[in-house]
């Protein structure tokens, strides 16, 4: 381990020599902390020691003029504009949202995280095509130093995905990442994302529920201090066995229990009303096996076919209803104390 961490820090510095050179100016570091202190206020705990009430998975799309970037699409469509998710928010009672970003939408994150602070905080997902070069690492370190983005989210879209979305799944690299992440071809994105010191969300869908586990183990062994939040969860529906039993693969297990690793929890969903297979029995199987200090409570309130006010209440009251076994400060861990602790937001 602490031959890893002294590796690391080297290659860390030389990394970041590099890249202040590329990026730049005193203007721009004097930005940085700026609009990172913007994120939140001074103190690490409210008075009545509660943590705060989070979303940990949000989407904003509805960008402005001055938001544009060079790949905009207007079919690509995640969720509604930054005023409806406050009004939500408001109306339900929840203090802020974790923003999952998209590479067209940095500059429209950016302008609402500076224009409602303490209400909004993103997470930098840029194009996993530009990985692991070094435009794509700068261009994550410019997010999170200068920026104040809270994380990085990887997802790098199953390879079928993308023949069906008419892309050429080999612009991706070889090996191809979405299973061969752990590849050492992909260890500077995860040096520099433990050097940031933000977590690294990674996508967990069905096509990878075999190799996320022990891949991530791999990274996790390399760079022991990594932050990892497991976007979705470790997918639910696939540890629900034929005969209805859950089995969550050893390699998680190890995974969650002997790193930084944290898992969403999105439940409510009109789309998926089983994602946590009958009786809510894998949302018991990993309250039992992590804790409630290992999950956090999410919308992702874009696959939705009303966005009500009920709708989103519906999803916020899911685990206090369906989770009697849950105490009243497990709720509030899973509400926003486990976002507090993993994105360091502070009150
Ligand atoms: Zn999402």
Redesign the pocket.
Known sequence: MSSSRIDGGQTRRGFLQRSAQALGTAAAAHLAGAEARSAGTSSQTRKDGKPMIIDA?G?ISQVEIQDLEGEYRKNWK?GMGHRDNLYLMDTIGIEMQVL?CAFYLHRYHRRVMKEHPGRFVAISKIDERLLPGDRGLKLIQQHIEEWGFKGWYYDCWPPEQRVEMGMDPKEWGTPDPFHHFDHPRYDPQWELVQSLGVPACVTSYSYNFETLGPGLLNVLKRFPDLKVVV??GYWPPSCVQDDGSVRIPDAVVELVKNYNVVMEILPGLQHRPDLYGPGDTVLKAFYDTFGPSKLMW?S?Y??VNLPTVEQYRRQFDYVKERCPYMSESDIAQIRGGTAMETYEIRT
Do not use: D, L, V
Request: charged share 10%.
């Open positions: 998975h989407h995640y999952q976007i979705h999410g992702e874009t696959h």
